[in-house]
């Protein structure tokens, strides 16, 4: 095997484990510290690489951790969305954005591609409403305390502001910037499967939360990883995603405004 794939592999690997890491240990200072560390060092180990794929999810990982130590704005998704517009700018710097419409493009739509999207709606709403009824699924208590603390309205449109954010965010970063350089380095099939094993690691203290949600999360993942390889784009992903938070909305942010 090439040395450039074994490099590219061993990055990506790394990447995503970082990346499913950070929710779990948001906030925390000694692993930015460490996570800055790693990708000055990942980032000089592909320095004689054209690999900008990863060069560009090495930046995004390091801002996650970085911009989640700032109070206020540090927080899921405007954190998040600062980190992906600074890795956006720098790689436009670097004259590497042009790669980035790889993913984010609308990609091609047939009946197949809508079947998959319905089905996957369908899934998401049967399995959240489990999680909530059979596993008496919350929100995270940051969230839950958050939404009871502002009047109705206020707590109604972060609620929708979040259904059409949360989304874009999360598979701008999980489905786009971690998932593209492993398709370069990785067969599809394995590159999805280890994506969204990520993924569902970094629902521990998400939603869905606990050991449940992150094999509800990590199985979800299969089906907009999926999605993603199967469209070439990111819309239906999307699609599928919001539908996905929309249920949240809907069961969990209601109980919290009659408080």
């Known amino acids: 095997m090439p040395g450039e794939v074994v490099r590219g592999r061993v990055v990506s690997i790394a990447l995503l484990i970082m990346g499913a890491l ?6 925390s200072l ?8 790693v990708a000055v060092g990942l980032s000089l180990w592909l320095r004689s690489l054209d690999a900008a794929e990863a060069k560009d999810a090495i930046i995004l990982v390091a801002l996650l951790y970085i911009v989640s130590l700032v109070p206020g704005i540090g927080l899921w998704p405007s954190g998040p969305a600062i980190a992906i517009g ?4 720098i790689s436009w710097r670097a004259g590497r954005l042009a790669r980035w419409r790889e993913w984010l493009r609308v990609g091609r739509f047939d009946g197949q591609a809508w079947a998959t999207i319905g089905a996957v709606a369908a899934v998401s709403v049967v399995a959240l409403l489990l999680w909530q009824t059979v ?9 839950s305390e958050l939404a009871g603390s502002v009047a109705a309205p206020v707590a109604v449109a972060g609620a929708l502001g979040f259904t059409v954010l949360n ?6 970063i999980f489905f786009g910037l971690l998932l593209t350089p492993m398709l370069r380095y990785f067969p ?12 569902g690691l970094a629902h521990l203290h998400g939603v869905p939360n606990g050991i449940v949600g992150v094999l509800l999360a990590g199985t979800w993942a299969l089906m907009l990883g999926y999605l993603r390889t199967r469209t070439g784009g990111m819309l239906a992903t999307y699609l599928a995603h919001v539908v996905a938070d929309a249920t949240i909305v809907a069961m969990l942010i209601p109980p919290l405004l009659t408080m």
């Open 167 to 172: 989304g874009a965010i999360e598979d701008s």
């Open 30 to 37: 000694p692993f930015a510290v460490v996570a800055a560390g």
């Open 22 to 27: 950070q929710p779990v240990v948001v906030g």
């Open 188 to 199: 599809p099939r394995s590159a999805v499967a280890l994506t969204a094993l990520a993924f």
């Open 135 to 143: 596993f008496d699924g919350q929100l995270p208590t940051t969230y």
């Open 86 to 89: 600074v890795t956006a700018l």
